[in-house]
Nanobody
């Protein structure tokens, strides 16, 4: 049974930081491409950042220079370090693991940026 469990969300003031984690089980984690997506109220889910099995990374323009995605295969975990947070970063953040046609999603973690 495949599970992706996100954690680390919460309420933070503008300019603050959060570190999200996504712990995977039931898959050979090291061969999967992993991504973080987010969905704000009334908006479509969007890709935020992804990291390949070869550790190549890319980001959506709105988070470049502020967010960093990383992975530790030994812990079956991917991270999203989020700095200089803005109110528009408020959303539910989801972890996604992809290998070919196999796609798995976590349940999401809420991030709220507000003063």
């Amino acid at each position: 049974q495949v599970q992706l469990v996100e954690s680390g969300g919460g309420l933070v003031q503008p300019g603050g930081s959060l570190r999200l984690s996504c712990a995977a089980s039931g898959i050979i984690f090291s061969i999967y491409n992993i991504a973080w997506h987010r969905q704000a109220p009334g908006k479509q889910r969007e890709l935020v950042a992804r990291i390949t099995d070869g550790f190549r990374t890319d980001y959506t323009d709105s988070v470049k220079g502020r967010f960093t995605i990383s992975r530790t295969n030994a812990k079956n975990t991917v991270y999203l370090q989020m700095n200089s947070l803005k109110p528009e970063d408020t959303a539910v953040y989801y972890c996604n693991a992809v290998l070919g046609t196999a796609k798995y999603w976590g349940q999401g973690t809420q991030v709220t940026v507000s003063s």
